[in-house]
């Protein structure tokens, strides 16, 4: 199935009012049974700085690493389209953008996502001249933690809800196939789903959106040590692993 097939859900599933799945994945076996389970689409995130290389923030999270996650989830992917994440200071050009989206591309990837609005429709135009599929990530910007001094919500004031719709508007003229929207307020985020003809992925932005995207280590209970308060974990993977080798430990020190 190539790139353009698997991407087909971006453009019919906003008309159709159906809503978008949308998972991490950054490892052969758990892209594989996101897969299996029908998940829409898989994101290989930079947010595996945090969730499996143990970083503070995806901040130091580099191209190499991303190019070794997104060869790896892809591996186990058989249908659906897999986005990964440019991470910081890899499209700070255009120029730079087409080369790092590419090196993705070749890694297995159907699309790339990059953070940034009006700020960085050149660089998503650019990657779709390319022939490359971007989404745009808005709102809340993970790579721009350390500048901001944390998580903020964003949209909380008319002039910032007014930004932000600008700046999805500004993302999808510049060929974006669809937005991931971060930590919006809630009252921010329904003017920009009517307004927007491609498709809104949400991530702590309410239920204004046509889709939804949740790290699958909050999903699944993977990372105890931390849970985003917008993340109901349906599962706890990480106690059964700890049980299950705490199970082991014990059966072999008693055979010893």
Known sequence: MNANSRLEIFHTAKPQGKK???????????????????????????SLGMVVLGYPDTTLVTMDDMVHHTRAAARGVQ??????????????TPE??????RRLVEAGAHAVKLEGGADHATQIAAITAAGIAVVGHIGM?????????????????????????????????????AVVVELVKHEAMRPITQALRIPTIGIGSGEDCDGQ???????????P??????????????????EAAAAYTAKVHGAS
């Open 141 to 177: 910007l993970p790579q721009s933690v350390r500048e901001e001094g944390g998580y903020k919500i964003k949209g909380k004031t008319p002039e910032a809800a007014e930004q932000l719709l600008h700046d999805a508007l500004a993302v999808e003229a510049a060929g974006a196939i």
């Open 20 to 46: 978008i799945a949308m998972l991490t994945a950054y490892d052969y076996p758990t892209a594989r049974l996101l897969d299996e389970a029908g998940v829409d689409t898989i994101l290989v995130g930079d």
């Open 96 to 101: 730079q953008a087409v080369a790092n989206a």
């Open 225 to 242: 040590w931390f849970t985003p308060k917008f993340v109901k974990p349906l599962a706890t993977a990480g106690a059964t692993i700890r």
């Open 213 to 223: 995207v949740i790290v699958i280590h909050d999903l699944a209970g993977l990372f």
């Open 79 to 92: 249908r659906a389209p897999v986005i990964g994440d440019l991470p910081i200071h890899s499209y700070d």
